[in-house]
């Protein structure tokens, strides 16, 4: 593979690759989003992180099973704690700040909830699916189909990603914002390695969890969004 290195990056890719063609652009998304989520979070990594770039799922697959000895195809993942692996085609660019968050906030530690994890990768990547996430649970809360917050943050992590991750995605990323927004980023790393949500909501935030999740749905419901978006989302789900 080829490499391209940069302040905080270095880029791995083969010749003639989508990857190496677009290089510099890839180099400029990325530390942009560093920037942004230390920024945002307060972490930050002593050293550099890897991006190992491939032409499909299929062939992160094959990398998964050389590492780990399982054939687990996907755009992308960490796979150690400054190593990435990441689909970047004609058709998937998988970059951006959603894998980085990852393994920035690993600096501090692992969280009991998935929900809290790939919450805040995703509320760092802001959008799903090009949609911004805040009009995601809008659309289900209006549809009736959003579920609880507190269920999907005490699932155990192997429950979590049994969801539709086209309803815990977007929930999960807008949840994490939404106590960003509403507290600070020391109180949320704090909750974020809490051992039990409820007594750290109660001693950081000062309100129960059903208070908290009371809260970030009245946020959601001043968030109307125009229908042309709801429309949009519809269509991504096939509905």
């Known amino acids: 593979m080829h490499c391209h290195e940069t302040e905080h990056y270095i880029f791995h890719y083969a010749h003639g690759s989508k990857a190496e063609l677009d290089i510099t652009h890839i180099a400029a998304v990325q530390e942009a989003s560093y920037k942004q989520v230390t920024m945002m979070l307060g972490v930050s990594m ?89 009009a995601w649970v809008s659309y289900y809360r209006k549809k009736n189909r959003c579920p609880s917050v507190i269920e999907l943050l005490c699932l155990p992590q192997e429950d979590f990603y049994a969801v539709d991750d086209r309803v815990a995605y977007p929930l999960a990323g807008s949840f994490a914002s939404y106590l960003l927004m509403r507290f600070d980023k020391d109180l949320f790393r704090q909750f974020y390695l809490a051992e039990d949500y409820g007594v750290a909501a109660q001693n950081l935030f000062g309100i129960s969890l059903h208070e908290l999740e009371e809260d970030f749905f009245q946020y959601i419901g001043l968030l109307d969004y125009d229908e042309i978006v709801y429309t949009r989302i519809a269509d991504q789900l096939n509905e």
């Open 46 to 134: 002593n050293e550099k992180i890897h991006y190992y770039f491939y032409d499909s799922r299929e062939e992160v697959g094959k990398e998964n099973e050389r590492r780990f000895g399982d054939y687990f195809p996907i755009n992308g993942c960490t796979v150690s704690e400054n190593e990435i692996l990441a689909v970047y085609s004609e058709h998937t660019q998988c970059i951006g700040a959603h894998e980085d968050t990852h393994l920035l906030m690993f600096t501090l530690g692992r969280p009991r909830s998935s929900f809290l994890e790939e919450g805040i990768a995703c509320g760092m990547d802001v959008l799903w699916w090009g949609l911004d996430n805040n």
